[in-house]
């Protein structure tokens, strides 16, 4: 047989991708719903770490319910065509508000979770849900010291929209609304930068009188 | 261990290593020498997948046709990668959650498939084996050599452990942390490794 | 800021255009098709004659990458699967191009032939048609960002060929000739493209 004949090489191709395709895709489809169900519990971790709550255990229920008894979520414009959660945190003082954001970083998606005053006048946790940066560089935006750096930080609303908070060196180096950009990732820093700024605009484009929160569906089944 | 066994292994870690010797799988895989413990899970992955894809190239060179062997290769790596890739991510998120970044980084490594090209499509299965083994080894043992001095130099730790006293004399060198400063590492690394064994020839 | 899908003005593209190949240079600034870069970038000739190809495939199968992943791959919700399939549309339109140009043109074929395999595999390709479809682009846009990640590609090539024919390797040390001198090369380089990122704001 002929091993460089079109025919072969077509029928070689498309037997290898269907064979490989069918694996990847048997894995996928197999572990969707661990994958959901993972996904759902990184996701109330992550919110319930930026906002504080007290959580009894470490089951998926135990995440849940700790949000379902302190939170309460509005559905607003995301501001590109969809929609998205806000959660308010009504008990405590003074009321605070949780919301996503994304954005590009270095490599792809950068997901994360950021809880705020409600009247938007200061940050008071950041949490990252998901993102692809490198490790080492890029990936050390998780890492506490860098996380830690937002708390309390007050957005400059009178700065121009994409400078409102910064991240790396600034002039006058003291201003409350910047943090340190992380060492040698100045693309992620930049990028994080970028977005969240652009985040804290839409958000203070919403009309927050007129939003409704009710209390969380059960999102546990 | 058999005399082949053992001359696969010399060659994949000192004579033919694929980094300094062969110029292989430098790409974005350097990128995370800067800290110990990430090289060492990207060594793994490595070591991991060049074995699983010699081994199916091996059983496959008799088919697979001369033109786009390559891209044959590619679509093995990818598959193999993406399927750990959604195991580990069902299995255990948490653990997915530093690994995951590897994930590129891992199927864009073109060791893995310079291995399948140059030996797995003429040999048998059990070399080939040997073989992936041997170099993602020899890949380990460059790149932990390099993290070894760059995350000393940059955070002033090992293994996120700090070094002893070293408020006194430590002092960060940006460079180190970033991409260049593996460049660098690197390119000295490969003059005192063929120096040592005699500099022939080779092409990339 | 997402361009409004809909028109698509001159300024943007050139700006999709000059970040893809300078601020986020797929070579020296991400570090992607270093392995041909290494192999190949010994003469000027040889080098421009590489990153055209690779201009060209990068260009195209971006765009082709682009409309398989809107058009084929959302609908049918199999996104998971992207990465083969693109690997497999390089792969396919890398085959296509050559058994073309082998019936049009000889001197372009044996020009053009010895660079071919090198493309299928080289990661910077398939990089760029991942970054593309991360990003809200459209058609054109995705074009414009494919022509600009291969032409980045194209000028690091070409300036680490320019910069090796230049150094003349006999007062080198023996073991530092060949990839130890270019990787040294490369990292001075990286780091000078290190100053462009945040020059463009996208």
């Given at each position: 047989?002929?091993?460089?004949?079109?025919?072969?090489?077509?029928?070689?191709?498309?037997?290898?991708?269907?064979?490989?395709?069918?694996?990847?895709?048997?894995?996928?489809?197999?572990?969707?719903?661990?994958?959901?169900?993972?996904?759902?519990?990184?996701?109330?971790?992550?919110?319930?770490?930026?906002?504080?709550?007290?959580?009894?255990?470490?089951?998926?229920?135990?995440?849940?319910?700790?949000?379902?008894?302190?939170?309460?979520?509005a559905t607003v414009p995301d501001g590109r065509g969809g929609a998205r959660s806000v959660?308010?945190?009504?008990?405590?003082?003074?009321?605070?508000?949780?919301f996503t954001f994304w954005g590009m970083g270095f490599w792809d998606r950068i997901e994360g979770?950021a809880?705020?005053?409600?009247?938007?006048?200061?940050?008071?946790?950041?949490?990252?849900l998901d993102h692809k940066?490198?490790?080492?560089?890029?990936?050390?935006?998780?890492?506490?010291?860098?996380?830690?750096?937002?708390?309390?930080?007050?957005?400059?609303?009178?700065?121009a929209p994409d400078r409102r908070v910064?991240?790396?060196?600034?002039?006058?180096?003291?201003?409350?609304?910047?943090?340190?950009?992380?060492?040698?990732?100045?693309q992620t820093?930049s990028a994080l930068m970028r977005f969240l700024n652009e985040e804290l605009e839409r958000l203070r484009a919403l009309d927050w009188?007129s939003l409704?929160?009710?209390?969380?569906?059960?999102?546990?089944? | 261990?058999?005399?082949?066994?053992?001359?696969?292994?010399?060659?994949?870690?000192?004579?033919?290593?694929?980094?300094?010797?062969?110029?292989?799988?430098?790409?974005?895989?350097?990128?995370?020498?800067?800290?110990?413990?990430?090289?060492?899970?990207?060594?793994?992955?490595?070591?991991?997948?060049?074995?699983?894809?010699?081994?199916?190239?091996?059983?496959?060179?008799?088919?697979?046709?001369?033109?786009?062997?390559?891209?044959?290769?590619?679509?093995?790596?990818?598959?193999?990668?993406?399927?750990?890739?959604?195991?580990?991510?069902?299995?255990?998120?948490?653990?997915?959650?530093?690994?995951?970044?590897?994930?590129?980084?891992?199927?864009?490594?073109?060791?893995?498939?310079?291995?399948?090209?140059?030996?797995?499509?003429?040999?048998?299965?059990?070399?080939?084996?040997?073989?992936?083994?041997?170099?993602?080894?020899?890949?380990?043992?460059?790149?932990?050599?390099?993290?070894?001095?760059?995350?000393?130099?940059?955070?002033?730790?090992?293994?996120?452990?700090?070094?002893?006293?070293?408020?006194?004399?430590?002092?960060?060198?940006?460079?180190?942390?970033?991409?260049?400063?593996?460049?660098?590492?690197?390119?000295?690394?490969?003059?005192?490794?063929?120096?040592?064994?005699?500099?022939?020839?080779?092409?990339? | 800021m997402t361009p409004d899908p809909h028109s698509v003005p001159f300024l943007s593209l050139l700006l999709v255009f000059v970040s893809a190949a300078f601020t986020d240079n797929i070579?020296?600034v991400r570090?992607l098709?270093?392995?041909?870069?290494?192999?190949?970038?010994?003469?000027?000739?040889?080098?421009?004659?590489?990153?055209?190809?690779v201009t060209f495939v990068t260009a195209c199968t971006a765009v082709l990458n682009y409309w398989v992943y809107r058009y084929l791959l959302i609908p049918l919700d199999i996104v998971y699967l992207r990465l083969i399939v693109f690997i497999v549309v390089i792969?396919a339109f890398?085959?296509l191009v050559?058994?073309?140009?082998?019936?049009?043109?000889?001197?372009?074929?044996?020009?053009?032939?010895?660079?071919?395999?090198?493309?299928?595999?080289?990661?910077a390709i398939l990089g760029t048609a991942l970054f593309m479809i991360a990003r809200p682009y459209n058609a054109t846009q995705a074009f414009v960002f494919g022509l600009g990640s291969g032409f980045g590609w194209l000028?690091?090539?070409?300036?680490?060929?320019?910069?090796?024919?230049?150094?003349?390797?006999?007062?080198?040390?023996?073991?530092?000739?060949?990839?130890?001198?270019?990787?040294?090369?490369?990292?001075?380089?990286?780091?000078?493209?290190?100053?462009f990122s945040g020059m463009i704001k996208l």
């Amino acid at each position: 047989m002929n091993r460089n004949a079109p025919g072969y090489v077509l029928g070689f191709m498309a037997l290898l991708c269907a064979v490989f395709g069918a694996g990847v895709a048997t894995v996928h489809y197999a572990t969707r719903d661990m994958l959901a169900a993972n996904e759902r519990l990184n996701h109330n971790r992550v919110v319930c770490s930026a906002f504080g709550l007290p959580v009894e255990g470490r089951a998926p229920a135990d995440y849940a319910r700790a949000m379902e008894q302190a939170l309460v979520v509005a559905t607003v414009p995301d501001g590109r065509g969809g929609a998205r959660s806000v959660y308010r945190r009504a008990d405590a003082d003074p009321p605070v508000v949780g919301f996503t954001f994304w954005g590009m970083g270095f490599w792809d998606r950068i997901e994360g979770f950021a809880v705020m005053t409600a009247d938007l006048e200061t940050l008071v946790r950041l949490r990252f849900l998901d993102h692809k940066e490198t490790p080492g560089l890029g990936a050390r935006i998780e890492e506490a010291a860098f996380l830690d750096q937002f708390e309390g930080l007050r957005p400059d609303w009178t700065a121009a929209p994409d400078r409102r908070v910064m991240i790396g060196p600034a002039a006058p180096t003291q201003a409350g609304n910047r943090v340190d950009a992380v060492t040698g990732a100045t693309q992620t820093s930049s990028a994080l930068m970028r977005f969240l700024n652009e985040e804290l605009e839409r958000l203070r484009a919403l009309d927050w009188t007129s939003l409704e929160f009710e209390p969380l569906p059960g999102s546990e089944p | 261990m058999s005399v082949r066994a053992r001359d696969i292994f010399k060659a994949g870690l000192i004579g033919d290593n694929p980094v300094y010797r062969q110029v292989l799988g430098i790409c974005s895989a350097l990128a995370v020498t800067n800290l110990l413990a990430n090289t060492l899970f990207m060594c793994f992955g490595v070591v991991f997948t060049a074995t699983l894809t010699n081994v199916t190239v091996s059983l496959l060179r008799r088919h697979i046709p001369k033109r786009v062997r390559m891209i044959a290769q590619v679509l093995i790596i990818a598959s193999y990668v993406m399927m750990v890739d959604t195991l580990i991510r069902a299995l255990n998120p948490d653990i997915h959650r530093f690994i995951g970044p590897y994930v590129g980084l891992i199927i864009t490594n073109c060791i893995i498939m310079g291995r399948a090209e140059a030996f797995a499509a003429q040999n048998p299965p059990w070399p080939s084996l040997l073989d992936g083994l041997a170099c993602g080894l020899g890949y380990s043992l460059v790149l932990i050599a390099i993290a070894l001095v760059r995350e000393p130099m940059g955070f002033g730790t090992l293994l996120g452990i700090p070094l002893p006293a070293r408020e006194l004399w430590w002092h960060s060198w940006t460079i180190m942390l970033m991409p260049p400063g593996a460049f660098f590492m690197l390119a000295i690394l490969t003059w005192i490794a063929r120096s040592r064994t005699g500099a022939k020839e080779t092409s990339a | 800021m997402t361009p409004d899908p809909h028109s698509v003005p001159f300024l943007s593209l050139l700006l999709v255009f000059v970040s893809a190949a300078f601020t986020d240079n797929i070579l020296l600034v991400r570090f992607l098709g270093l392995c041909p870069c290494l192999g190949v970038s010994k003469k000027v000739d040889a080098s421009v004659g590489l990153g055209l190809a690779v201009t060209f495939v990068t260009a195209c199968t971006a765009v082709l990458n682009y409309w398989v992943y809107r058009y084929l791959l959302i609908p049918l919700d199999i996104v998971y699967l992207r990465l083969i399939v693109f690997i497999v549309v390089i792969a396919a339109f890398v085959q296509l191009v050559e058994m073309v140009v082998e019936r049009l043109s000889e001197r372009l074929y044996q020009a053009l032939g010895i660079f071919l395999p090198l493309i299928t595999v080289n990661c910077a390709i398939l990089g760029t048609a991942l970054f593309m479809i991360a990003r809200p682009y459209n058609a054109t846009q995705a074009f414009v960002f494919g022509l600009g990640s291969g032409f980045g590609w194209l000028v690091a090539i070409t300036l680490i060929g320019g910069i090796r024919e230049k150094i003349d390797e006999k007062h080198v040390p023996p073991g530092l000739r060949g990839p130890g001198l270019t990787l040294i090369v490369i990292g001075i380089m990286s780091l000078a493209f290190v100053v462009f990122s945040g020059m463009i704001k996208l």
